[in-house]
């Protein structure tokens, strides 16, 4: 899902994909189901099969990797928040880069790891 690097609002990333995982069914059906089905009756089932993007947005809902890829994001998505709002403010913040690093690392690192493993 994710091939090229693009310029991403990664705060409202997070809402985003939490509403498209809401609604996951009803855009899997919409776009192979429904719009195949509405294109047949208006007799432009053919445009809509030679449509690029038609095509890579099926593909990516009839992939498994996509589903999993959203939940990952949804679910690591918190872990950041705090640290790109601190960041994006319009005063010099360089002292504190460091440590609130470091404070990410160590949240990060908690995820996979026992508090006893690390040393920080």
Partial sequence: MFV???QCRWLTLGPALQRILRNW???????????????????????????SRY?????????????AEIQFLTNTGP????FLELFQK?????HLLYS????????IMLCFMKY?????
């Fill in 79 to 82: 872990l950041f928040e705090s």
């Fill in 25 to 51: 069914k009803a855009v899997c059906k919409y776009f192979i189901t429904d719009l195949p089905a509405m294109s047949k009756e208006n007799h432009t089932e053919s445009n809509l099969r030679k449509n």
């Fill in 116 to 120: 006893d493993c690390w040393k920080l």
């Fill in 90 to 94: 319009q005063e010099p913040l360089i």
């Fill in 55 to 67: 095509q890579r947005i099926c593909s990516q809902l009839k992939g498994k990797e996509t589903l």
């Fill in 100 to 107: 609130e690093s470091a404070d990410l690392l160590k949240t």
């Fill in 4 to 6: 090229r690097h693009v």
